[in-house]
Structures are given as C-alpha cells and as structure tokens.
C-alpha cells in the first residue's frame, strides 16, 4: 500500500512539474547517433554525460530511473540552454524524468545538433550545480579547420584616405566545425585582448590592429591585419582649455595641511584632446593621468597646458600653494586662576565688596570660553571681574575651555564679605595721618569702613619675615582700598613708598 501511494504522490508531482517546465521535443528525424544521460539520488551532478558528438541528427536519451541508480524518486531535468553566450542556442530540449513517471524515468528525444557548443543544466530549484557542456563537431571526422576572421576599419575620411579625429575596426569571425571560442586584437603590436565591441582608435599618426581567433577544437587563424592613419580634424587653430582644481583641509590661512591634491581637467571642442601635462615647481613636464598628490611643506607652483589632436597647444596655466605641518593635537587645557582683592578687617573679612578677578591662558589652541558660578548659583561666562557685596561667606568656581575643547578642571576661592560699619577693630589707631615706623605719610588716617582705620589694615606692629613681606603686605591692602574707593592711587602710592623706606620686617 505504501508503494503504490508513493507512485500515485510521485505521479502527481511530476504532473505538476511537467505543467511548469513545458517540455519542448522536436520532431523525430533519422538519428545518425545515440547520446545519453544517466541521473541518480545525486543533485550535484549528472551520474554520465557525454562530452563530444558530431553534428548531425541525434537521439539524446536522458534516464533517471531504480536501474541508473534513483533509489529515492528524486526528480531531474535535462535541459539545454538557449539564452547564455557563447553556446549553441538551436537546440530547444527540457526533459523531465522521475523513476515514478508513465516511462519508469526512462525518455528519448531526436534532435539536429551543429557544430560548436552547447550548455546544459538540471532547472530542478537545488540543482543548479547540475550543469555541463557538449562540444560537437562537424561530420566526418574531428575538426582541424581554423576559423576565418576580417577586419573593417569605418570612419570619416579626408580626399587622401585617412580618418579623420578617429578610426573605428570592427573584427567578425566564422566556424564551420567546431565553432568559435574567442576573437582577440591588439593595437600597433602592444598586447592581445579579447574583442568584444569596435575598436576606436583616436590616437593622431599611422596605425596597425592584428587579429585572429580560435575555435572550440583549438585551431587557431592566421593573424589578420589593417592599418591606415589618424588625422586630425581639418581647420582646428583653437588651442584646447585648461583648468587645475585644488582640494584638501585649510587652516584659517588658506594653508593645505599635510598634503594638496591637483585636479587637471582639459577640453577641446575641435579636434579632441591629445594629451595632457604638468610641471610641479622646477620639475619637468610629465604626462597627467591621475590628480597629483603634493605632501611636501613649503610653497608649491604647479603649471599645467593641453595639447589637441591637431597640434594646437594652450597657453600655460599656473596655480600656487602652500602645504603645512598638520598641527599636533591640542589636548592641554588653558591654565585659569582667580584673584580676590578688596578692603578687608583684621580677620580678613572683605569690608563691603569682595571682588574676583579670573585670567585664563592657553597657549596653544587658544582660550575659547571662561565661566565662574557664585555659591550654588549657575555657570555664567566671565566677561569682567565679579563683585560680591552680599555679607557672609562665599565661593566663587571658575573655569575655562580652549579652542580644541579641552576643559579645565573647576577651581575655587572662598572669602567672607561683612557689611560696612561693622567695627573689627575695638582698639583702632586714631592718629589722624598714616604713619608707618615713624615715617608720616600725611595722607588721612581715615575709617575703611568697619571701624579699622588705614593704620589699622597696614597693622605695622604685625611680625613679618621679611622687610619685602610687609611691603608686600602694604600693596595688597592699599590696592584694596583703592579698589574700594578708600584710597586714591597716589594716595596708595605714598604709602607705599614709606613702607618700603621703613624698617619694619627687617
């Protein structure tokens, strides 16, 4: 039971497959030989194919039946190809076969077969690997015949015979045996290449193309030849256009960075182009084909002409240039510090104002943005120094970016600010002028604001190491006062003057 349902399954398979591939056999005729082929549970490959026949009438016999080895039902086609180049295309044959069909797998075909080649294949979807040629020959023996092969040459002539701007050659070839496999032509003996469309030769002088082809039995001709001479185009005085294109990345200068590439580009609306050159700085004139790559540092100056098929040659064209270093990377961020200055108390408390200077360098790429914030408050760029009047205790981050992005880490300053009137110093010096180590300044002992007088925040009586370091201490605190609008700066500057004439520190 299981056989026969099998058989019905495999029936009605081949039925449909039947109905798709649309077998076309040719009518029989009186076949002069017999070739077959044998299919098995393989899908890779023919299990025997013939692989030469002469031409003429032929019964083709194509079985995949239990006795060539179909152990499964698998079905297979045979199938000549009629569309692929290169191949015989007169023969029309798909033929399926499956041990369960009407002839147990087993089926004949008659066909006319010619002299060349012909391609064959499964159409089965799997067993496209399935493929393989038949090489036929003419009747009567094997094929020794070469081909026969001609040349044209076409194109405009002028009244002495010769093509003018260009000369096209057309190559035909025939076999009677075996058929022909290739056709090749070479130009003016340069190098042989197979022929698929006309040749154009535009090249101005005298000119001889070769050719010869080979058919599928490897019988070579006997090489053909043409020449005849390219002229160009009578009348042509206009010599051709010629422009040179530079790209590559500028700096801020025009600068290329590492390297320029020159484009040449050259028309001609008469004859033709014949050929193009260039001249790199004091270096010779040199064929273009390809843009031109200059990567050496320095000022460059690049010519360029053209020349047309009938000799006209452009006037010299020149573009200068400069190529650079490319720049090593900027990845150092810009330095940034701040500054606090202002009137300050004993206990070095800002006296109603505290005020922050920020200065941020960066001596590569650039200084791009600087940016402080107050407190918790938010990052606002830096354009002036920052003054801080609220009382309490404050900080102010700043930072800074460069032109390359590189962001420097936040930094900070803290200081406390108290509002004016505020007394810091119960015991104040009340002289009336500001006298320094008995040196009077006569510049007035005035109030800077929260009860300490000028004596008072220069603190003479103070232990500093250094002479310099109580100067030093005198030009913070007077600058501060100016700042504060405590002190005038000549006022500031006398004071000054008597701190350093002074021996306190030393």
């Known amino acids: 039971m299981r056989t026969s349902l099998t058989r019905r399954a495999g029936a009605a398979m081949i039925g449909m497959l039947l109905a798709v591939l649309s077998i076309s056999v040719p009518p029989a005729v009186a076949a002069a030989q017999t070739l077959t082929w044998t299919a098995d549970d393989d899908i890779t490959a023919y299990r025997s194919a013939p692989a030469t026949a002469v031409a003429g009438a032929t019964t083709v016999v194509f079985e995949n039946s239990a006795a060539t080895g179909n152990t499964t039902g698998m079905p297979h086609t045979l199938t000549f190809d009629t569309t692929t180049a290169g191949y015989n295309h007169d023969v029309t044959l798909n033929i399926l076969a499956s041990p369960f069909d009407v002839n147990d797998g087993r089926h004949e075909a008659t066909v006319t077969l010619t002299p060349g080649k012909y391609r064959y294949f499964c159409t089965i979807p799997g067993h496209s690997t399935m493929v393989g040629e038949l090489t036929v020959t003419a009747g009567g023996g094997e094929d020794t015949t070469a081909p026969t092969v001609t040349g044209t040459v076409t194109g405009n002539r002028n009244a002495d015979g010769h093509y003018v701007g260009s000369a096209t050659v057309t190559v035909a070839a025939a076999d009677t045996g075996s058929g022909v496999k290739t056709v090749e032509y070479q ?36 090489t053909g030849s043409v020449s005849f001479r390219v002229v160009g185009a009578p009348g042509d005085t206009t010599a051709p256009t010629v422009t040179a294109a530079l790209t590559g990345e500028q700096d ?9 590439t020159a484009t040449i580009t050259a028309t001609d609306a008469g004859s033709g182009v014949e ?29 360029s002409r053209a020349t047309d098929k009938a000799g006209n040659t452009s006037a010299v064209q020149m573009t200068h240039f400069t190529v650079v270093e490319r720049p090593v990377e900027d990845t150092t961020p810009p330095a940034v510090t701040a500054v606090v200055t202002g009137a300050r108390d004993t206990g070095g408390a800002y006296l109603g104002t505290a005020t922050v200077t920020i200065t941020a360098t960066d001596a590569e790429s650039g200084v791009d943005t600087v940016e402080y914030r107050l407190d918790s408050g938010a990052w606002t760029a830096y354009t ?29 300053v803290s200081f406390t600010v108290v509002a004016p009137g505020t007394d810091a110093c119960p015991d104040s010096d009340t002289r009336d002028t500001v006298i320094i180590d008995g040196i009077d300044t006569r510049v007035p002992n005035a109030d800077t604001g929260n009860g300490c007088t000028v004596n008072d925040l220069i603190a003479e009586r103070d232990t500093y190491p250094t002479h310099a370091a109580f100067v030093r201490h005198v030009e913070s605190v007077t600058a501060s006062l100016v700042t504060a609008g405590r002190l005038t700066p000549r006022q500031a500057g006398t004071i000054v003057r008597a701190a350093a004439r002074s021996d306190v520190g030393s």
């Open 187 to 222: 130009v003016d003996d340069t190098s042989w290449q197979t022929y698929t469309t006309p040749a154009v030769i535009t090249a101005i002088g005298d000119h001889a193309v070769q050719f010869r082809a080979t058919d599928h039995a490897g019988n070579v001709s006997t």
């Open 275 to 303: 050929r193009t050159e260039y001249q790199l700085d004091s270096g010779a004139w040199t064929a273009y084909t390809t843009p031109i790559v200059v990567s050496a540092p320095g000022m460059h100056m690049l010519h």
């Open 384 to 412: 002036s120094p920052v003054a801080v009047s609220a009382a309490g205790a404050h900080t102010v981050g700043y930072r800074a970016a460069d032109n390359a992005g590189n962001t420097a880490a936040e930094r900070a």
């Open 252 to 260: 801020a200068a025009g600068n290329y960075l590492g390297r320029a």
